[in-house]
């Protein structure tokens, strides 16, 4: 008789789960049962937010058994006893701390696996807490914990460290599949940067769902949905806050504690959206800091991973170990200097001129009392007013339907491994393919490939197109040069649009939350390859503020 076993480890019952365990083969144990998401769709139909109307929630592609089941045998054995011994010594702690901790031999990598793989289990099976975040993970992780060295002495600081990867990110051990039903059964090798962080000892602990082609999809559809990994949620508020996108997963995953770390991908504002919104830290680099091999894409003129952390600490060990000039992509250069100790050396602020935008300071109260406590530790403020007037040209839409175009049909003649199960070739073939089950495949439509077709830009036309986005991109930040400014102070994702056109860094650190609870984030904008002075002042003002706080729901 099939026992249907809703998770046991959300109510802290392993001694019954491990029962049915022994009575009953993996085949018949049911973790999760698919549920009518109705009510809640009905609740959010007059959200405020109209890209918060939601369609669904639940996937309708994804079974959650089959995510979790293959590591299910062992995180049950990690008792709740060892979980709450390890808590303190874990929870919102940075990587330096945890290495610390598995010197000393307070645990071991393969707990601190075991630790987040709880949290996973715990959060993401009762569908009453589900930010429906995580897609995939690594069936080799605890294997590949074990065989791992008692201590990090030696290592790159990112050795051992569990990472969650936003699914567009090329991993041999699971599916790539952009969250689209399409490359669901997508094989393919490591990215560029997920072969990085293996070689320098980081664990791939799993896959994260995001805005389905990273935003690049429908027009309307909101932040965080994909046909594969359903609507992700936002653990400061569920169907309250947006997600941001569309590296939602990354976000989400990141703020509940789920993994020390994720990367996720920006063209423009996918980091720094999700990051803001969910309260974490997320760096966009200057395009070509890391490469895009193996990465499914919009855009290889302004596309570019990027890594979302808890803490600045974290968020410069990240970006380092993903290091590295590759020869596959046209965009890669060498670095010129290590980022990984960038924490050991917070900006002196009485040297740092940051760019303040005068309507900001008026149009948002957080804002302001950032700015003050900056001023206030000694850093030299810079009043400038926004150009208002000023926008991107139009063409800049232009630059991302070709490239995808051409981009998705590269990547799919060099990266996809099983042709036979991933049988299209290009964005008309794709278009073809959801058309076959639309209310599954593309609920919200998917006016934006549409729109590619229809695009008959020449190459001749793409290059003058591209030389128009870079220039006015930075144009809009003439003031860094003209007052001689360190860096511009923008919130969230609100100019991530220039930074994109210029293929200028941008570092996003949370700076409070709204009375309504919703989180904020101070963008810091610097020059092209800034990004160790970005996360030297970035450490300063953490250090200074500590505004980051747990999502209430997540904290057990």
Known sequence: MRKYLHFCLAFLLFVGCKQEKETTSSEEIILWTPYNDSAEVAANADHEYQRMRYKFIQSKVLDKNEVFLPLYDEVSKFSETQYEKMKPMVLEKDIRTLQAHISKGDFTYEDLVLFYLHRIYKYELPNTTTLNTIIALNPNVLEEARALEPNANGHHPIYGMPILLKDNIGTSEMKTTAG??????????????????????????????????????????PNGQSAVGGQTLNPYGRRVFDTGGSSAGSGTSTAANYAVAAVG?????????????????????????????????????LDTPGPMTKNVTDNAILLDAMLGKDEADFKSVAPEAEVASAWKNPATLSEIRLGVMKNLLERDSLYAANVEILRNAGAQIVMYEKMDDYHLPSTFVTLLEVDMKNDLKRYLQEQVKNKDMVKVTSVADVVEFNKQDSLVRIPYGQAQFESIIEDTTTEERLLRIKEDVLITGRGFF??????????????????????????????????GYMPTGQPEGLTFIGKPFSEELLLQIGKSFEDLTKARKLPEGYVD
């Open 478 to 511: 003439d003031p860094m040069q003209e007052l001689n400014l360190d860096v511009v102070l923008s919130i969230n994702n609100y100019h991530a649009g220039f930074a994109a056109a210029a293929e200028y860094p941008a570092l996003t650190i949370p700076m």
């Open 180 to 221: 689209a039903v399409v490359l669901k059964d997508n094989q393919t090798e490591d990215a560029f940067i997920t072969k990085r962080l293996k070689e320098k000892g980081a664990l791939i602990l799993g896959k994260v769902n995001l805005s389905e082609w990273a935003n690049y999809l429908c027009v309307e559809c």
């Open 265 to 301: 991908t920006e063209t423009s504002g996918s980091i720094l959206s999700p990051s803001s919104s969910n309260s974490v830290v997320g760096l966009k680099p200057t395009i070509g800091l890391l490469s895009r091999t193996g990465i499914v894409p919009i855009s290889s003129t």
